[in-house]
């Protein structure tokens, strides 16, 4: 599962845009205790989450959990960016078509 996530620390800031990774959805599963799979729906939270881990890999200064980074940026915007392609190919005939 990859999600890209657009944040905004501080409004009127340029945003960072992130991708998350296999190794950020599977740290997320083991420290929250959730499964992607488990129907109970993503959060701004888990949202938060991605994007503060993804964050401090590439080498950005963020708080030492997503909390506490959460804490020292209340006004902070975040939200996923809409990767579905617009221009799906066309549908090709198969046989028996």
Not at 6 to 31: F, S
Not at 71 to 82: A, F, G, R, S, W
Request: charged share 25%; net charge negative.
């Amino acid at each position: 599962m990859k999600l890209t996530i657009k944040v905004t620390e501080t409004p009127g800031d340029t945003p960072i845009v992130v991708t998350t990774n296999l190794l950020c959805i599977a740290m997320w599963e083991q420290t929250e205790n959730r499964k992607v799979s488990d129907g109970r729906g993503i959060g701004i939270m888990d949202m938060v989450y991605w994007a503060h881990f993804m964050l401090k890999k590439s080498g950005h200064s963020v708080g030492n959990t997503p909390k506490q980074w959460l804490e020292e940026h209340p006004n902070m915007e975040i939200e996923t960016v809409d990767m579905t392609n617009p221009n799906p190919t066309d549908a090709e005939l198969t046989e028996g078509n």
